[in-house]
Structures are given as structure tokens and as C-alpha cells.
């Protein structure tokens, strides 16, 4: 397929885990992607990997350093894009974090650091992405561009051990409606996703903290007990989810603005 093929996408957090899987899937179907992450040197190995994939698929690929906290960073990644494709299309904003602590232990730097990241890295990049597609003006299709969320389970329901996460998920979710009323008039569509127990480097991560505050006693506790509740039976692969954002980036979802997609096996019936 090539649902895709021709536009031009960044994707943050895309050095690892969801982030990287988005990216691939989007270059196999014959996007031009740019791999950005705070570390960007692991950006560059991803996109120097995907070099063969892109060529074979007639697509390009790039990548750049970002902190999606930072504007000007921000702006500098959006730039570096256009220069190497001439226009942004879809702009992922999945760069997200989270640092698992027991609710009555829950630190202001703790808020402070998940929110800043996954609630304003991700209005920083919907803003600074709307305002290039403004610049840009529609494509052949009259589209503007697409603007994709990564919400999560997590923005449906709250948690004991990851309060700030959950919330910073909500917020995810409000500036999604948010920015969908207003871009609308722009020929801008803002969608987003919502994964749920997906086997990455970041859920090895939080296995690890749950340990670490007493919310488990061993390895892979934490996700056996969150994907106790899965109707599908298993825990998420990234290459569960890329269908679906491949789907949001191309011109099949093109009527849709404002909604998220819940892709968790059915732990979260809503």
C-alpha cells in the first residue's frame, strides 16, 4: 500500500519503541519521515538504519535533535523538515515520558517533568506544526495537514502510581478537541491515538520504577497485572498500533478532526 506516498511527516519520540514502529510504517508505505528525539544521536542510527527502507519505498528520511519543551527547538526541527521535503504534512507529537510515583509521593518536579513533556511538548508542537501548515497553504487534496496526538490508556482513567502521567494523558486529549475546533477553518485535522499496555523500552522502564516505589514485587509484575483486563489475551507489539496511525496520517481519515483512537485489546471500553 501506499496510503501515504509523497507526504512529508515528523514524528517525535522516535528513537525507540511506538515512536520508531510509527515511522517505519509510515516510510513503507512511501512517506518522507523525520526521526526526532531528544537523543538525537540515537535518531540519527534510526534514520541511517531506515535509509535502504526509504529508498526501497521511493521515500526520503532525516532526522533532528529535539526537546519538544523547547521552541525554538521545536521550530528548528520543523524547519530542518521542510528544507529537506519542501512542506510538513504530519506532524506526530508522541514524544511523551513517565516516572511512576505513589500518589501522596508525588513531587512538584515530578508533575512539573511529566506534564512539561507530554502536556506542553505536545501544544508547543501542535502550535509551531499549525503555524507552518498555515504558512504552507493546502495540498492538491486541499488538505493543510494532520496533526496526531499520542494519548494513552492512561487519559481514560487514572492511575495510583502515575497520577501526573494520567493527567498529562487527559491533557493530550482536551488540546486534541481543542485544536481541531480551532484549526478546522485552517483545512488542519488533529486526531490522536491511545495505546495501552504496548511492550517497549518505556514499559521496561516502568516495570523497573514500580519496583523501585514498592508498587511491585518482581519483573513484569506491573504489566501482567495491566494486561490482566485485555479482551485481545495479549500484550501490544508497536506494529499493533502503526496500522492505525498509518491510517490517520493518510487521506482515508480525512473527515475525521477531533477524535482518539483507543488501540488497547479492549482494556478500556469507552
Request: with cysteine; charged share 20%; aromatic share 6%.
Given at each position: 500500500?501506499?496510503?501515504?506516498?509523497?507526504?512529508?511527516?515528523?514524528?517525535?519520540?522516535?528513537?525507540?519503541?511506538?515512536?520508531?514502529?510509527?515511522?517505519?510504517?509510515?516510510?513503507?508505505?512511501?512517506?518522507?519521515?523525520?526521526?526526532?528525539?531528544?537523543?538525537?544521536a540515537?535518531?540519527?542510527e534510526?534514520?541511517?538504519?531506515?535509509?535502504?527502507?526509504?529508498?526501497?519505498?521511493?521515500?526520503r528520511?532525516t532526522?533532528?535533535?529535539?526537546?519538544?519543551?523547547?521552541?525554538?527547538?521545536?521550530?528548528a526541527?520543523?524547519?530542518?523538515?521542510?528544507e529537506?521535503?519542501?512542506?510538513?504534512?504530519?506532524?506526530?507529537?508522541?514524544?511523551?515520558?513517565?516516572?511512576?510515583?505513589?500518589?501522596?509521593?508525588?513531587?512538584?518536579?515530578?508533575?512539573?517533568?511529566?506534564?512539561?513533556?507530554?502536556?506542553l511538548g505536545?501544544?508547543i508542537?501542535?502550535?509551531?506544526?499549525?503555524?507552518?501548515?498555515?504558512?504552507q497553504?493546502?495540498?492538491?487534496?486541499?488538505?493543510?495537514?494532520?496533526?496526531?496526538?499520542?494519548?494513552?490508556i492512561?487519559?481514560?482513567?487514572?492511575?495510583?502510581?502515575?497520577?501526573?502521567?494520567c493527567?498529562?494523558?487527559?491533557?493530550?486529549?482536551?488540546?486534541?478537541?481543542?485544536?481541531a475546533?480551532?484549526?478546522?477553518?485552517?483545512?488542519?485535522?488533529?486526531?490522536?491515538?491511545?495505546?495501552g499496555?504496548?511492550?517497549?523500552?518505556?514499559?521496561?522502564?516502568v516495570?523497573?520504577?514500580?519496583m523501585?516505589?514498592?508498587?511491585?514485587?518482581?519483573?513484569?509484575?506491573?504489566?501482567?497485572?495491566?494486561?490482566?483486563?485485555?479482551?485481545?489475551?495479549?500484550?501490544a507489539?508497536?506494529?499493533?498500533?502503526?496500522?492505525?496511525?498509518?491510517?490517520?496520517?493518510?487521506?482515508?481519515?480525512d473527515y475525521?478532526?477531533?477524535q482518539?483512537?483507543?488501540?488497547?485489546?479492549?482494556?478500556?471500553?469507552?
Amino acid at each position: 500500500m501506499a496510503r501515504v506516498a509523497g507526504r512529508s511527516c515528523i514524528v517525535t519520540g522516535a528513537a525507540q519503541g511506538i515512536g520508531r514502529a510509527i515511522g517505519e510504517a509510515l516510510l513503507d508505505e512511501g512517506a518522507n519521515v523525520c526521526f526526532a528525539d531528544i537523543n538525537g544521536a540515537k535518531a540519527g542510527e534510526v534514520a541511517d538504519a531506515n535509509a535502504e527502507r526509504a529508498a526501497t519505498a521511493g521515500a526520503r528520511v532525516t532526522h533532528a535533535a529535539v526537546d519538544v519543551t523547547q521552541r525554538d527547538q521545536v521550530r528548528a526541527m520543523i524547519a530542518h523538515t521542510v528544507e529537506r521535503f519542501g512542506r510538513l504534512d504530519v506532524k506526530f507529537n508522541n514524544a511523551g515520558v513517565n516516572k511512576p510515583m505513589n500518589f501522596l509521593d508525588v513531587t512538584e518536579d515530578n508533575w512539573n517533568f511529566v506534564m512539561g513533556v507530554n502536556g506542553l511538548g505536545c501544544m508547543i508542537g501542535m502550535q509551531e506544526a499549525a503555524r507552518q501548515m498555515i504558512e504552507q497553504g493546502p495540498d492538491g487534496s486541499g488538505m493543510a495537514g494532520k496533526i496526531i496526538n499520542t494519548a494513552s490508556i492512561a487519559s481514560r482513567q487514572g492511575f495510583d502510581n502515575v497520577a501526573p502521567y494520567c493527567a498529562s494523558k487527559w491533557a493530550v486529549v482536551s488540546l486534541t478537541q481543542s485544536g481541531a475546533r480551532d484549526l478546522a477553518k485552517h483545512g488542519i485535522t488533529v486526531t490522536g491515538f491511545a495505546p495501552g499496555v504496548v511492550a517497549t523500552e518505556m514499559w521496561e522502564q516502568v516495570d523497573q520504577d514500580l519496583m523501585n516505589i514498592g508498587a511491585a514485587d518482581r519483573p513484569g509484575q506491573a504489566m501482567e497485572e495491566f494486561s490482566a483486563e485485555i479482551l485481545k489475551g495479549r500484550v501490544a507489539t508497536p506494529a499493533d498500533v502503526t496500522g492505525t496511525t498509518s491510517f490517520l496520517a493518510a487521506r482515508d481519515s480525512d473527515y475525521m478532526t477531533g477524535q482518539i483512537v483507543m488501540i488497547d485489546g479492549g482494556m478500556t471500553l469507552v
